[in-house]
């Protein structure tokens, strides 16, 4: 029996099939009438080695709000990823998978009380603070944290601004909180900041680095042993995109400002860019009026993202379809008037029972979906490359219970109740096993 639930398994792919292959089949199986996603573990492993690739100073602590999937986590925890965790359940999340407390820090700078008595029970040390109460707090729940100052330093392009709720101003009010933390006793060991998410301007990464370097040398006179560097999150993930240009800051910055010789880890926090490529969203039209189309998932479910996190999403047609395009809108299964997916788009005439798709659904979708009007949030059907399966199958904490082969040929319809040892076999294909 595997110790691993359905939801939470990976099913392995042949050379010849790739994950676009299992969601047509699916969404072509007549047995599917809900949106769901497929999930390209493969995709999560390439972005890992281009980030250690194109910074390897730079240890990346993956930010579990971003998507906390279980399976996610624990694929980025067998990768050896660090973890950014914000409140006590994103700890005990990460904890469960059996990673190690040095590898999560607390970087929520507002914390609840209970929140940090958990994280000093469970020996998570490492947090940020941007403000005095903190550092009471701090002080008297969790004298043995090693606290990170968290600076604001804005990019003036992002997808998403933070600056205007975390960060202290660092030329005079970070130095006075560092002197603070050194009256109260508080154990200060590094800087970080955050220049938004999905940031288009790599050039803040440079100037953020910079005044870190300023504030690390006043915590050294203050007789802080200054180890750590946090920049944050800001990376973009989308098909297409690239960290090229961030890198070549981020690295240059840190040759001029943190030489390797200083020993100072320096860590990141990306989420994004780990997870948005890698979730491939499919959606049935269920209903139409006129060019109008009505979609089984919307702002309620995956598409939050538009209001949460200033998605821009493209529909895509999974069948080529004859006609000439027109201006067409697309609106969600609720009944609110505000769940509307696309106001305007080019579409070719869809017929009810055709499926959109939508790409770079990994980021900042799932983890904000709710029922609301009894709509289910989508499943998830998890694949990876074989090759790529090579690689992970013995990385804790992934265990071969999260990894399954089925031996059938592709077929329209499946019967999902067919146990997978009584399969008929054939070497040729690897079928994903439908779960409606």
Request: aromatic share 8%; hydrophobic share 40%; proline share 6%.
């Amino acid at each position: 029996m595997r110790n691993v639930s359905v939801d939470d398994m990976i099913h392995i792919l042949d050379p010849n099939t790739a994950p676009m292959d299992v969601l047509r089949a699916i969404a072509q199986s007549g047995e599917q009438e809900n949106a769901f996603y497929v999930l390209d573990v493969g995709d999560i492993v390439h972005k890992h080695s281009e980030w250690k690739m194109k910074m390897p100073r730079v240890q990346p602590f993956y930010a579990v709000k971003c998507n906390d999937s279980q399976l996610v986590l624990a694929t980025l925890a067998a990768l050896g990823t660090g973890f950014d965790c914000a409140s006590k359940a994103e700890i005990a999340k990460v904890l469960e998978l059996g990673v190690d407390a040095s590898r999560i820090i607390f970087a929520n700078p507002a914390k609840m009380a209970s929140h940090i008595r958990y994280a000093a029970s469970q020996a998570v040390d490492t947090m940020t603070f941007d403000n005095e109460g903190e550092l009471y707090k701090v002080k008297k729940l969790h004298p043995n944290a090693r606290m990170v100052l968290r600076i604001r330093c804005d990019a003036t392009v992002a997808q998403c601004q933070l600056g205007m709720k975390f960060g202290c101003e660092p030329v005079n009010e970070a130095p006075r909180l560092l002197k603070l933390a050194a009256a109260l006793g508080v154990c200060v060991v590094g800087i970080s900041f955050h220049v938004g998410s999905g940031c288009q301007e790599p050039p803040v990464f440079r100037r953020a680095i910079c005044a870190a370097r300023d504030l690390f040398d006043l915590g050294s006179q203050l007789g802080f042993s200054m180890g750590v560097l946090d920049i944050g999150g800001g990376y973009p993930g989308n098909r297409g995109s690239s960290i090229d240009k961030i890198a070549e800051v981020v690295n240059s910055a840190l040759d001029d400002y943190f030489p390797e010789t200083l020993g100072v880890q320096v860590i990141a926090e990306p989420g994004r860019f780990y997870v948005a490529s890698a979730y491939t969203l499919a959606t049935l039209v269920h209903s139409k009026r006129e060019t109008m189309y009505y979609i089984n998932d919307g702002v309620y479910g995956s598409f939050n993202c538009i209001l949460y996190d200033h998605a821009i999403v493209k529909p895509i047609p999974l069948e080529n379809k004859e006609g000439k395009p027109v201006v067409s809108s697309v609106w969600g299964p609720t009944c609110d008037g505000l769940d509307q997916v696309v106001e305007s788009v080019l579409l070719p005439p869809l017929d009810i029972g055709d499926w959109l798709i939508f790409e770079d659904m990994g980021a900042y979708t799932l983890p904000v979906a709710s029922t609301f009007n009894g709509f289910p949030v989508p499943k998830v059907h998890a694949v990876i490359d074989e090759s790529v399966w090579l690689f992970l199958k013995d990385c804790l904490p992934l265990t071969e219970d999260h990894f399954t082969v089925q031996n059938n040929n592709w077929k329209s319809v499946w019967d999902i109740s067919t146990p997978e040892e009584s399969a008929p076999s054939s070497p040729s294909h690897y079928i994903y096993e439908l779960m409606a």
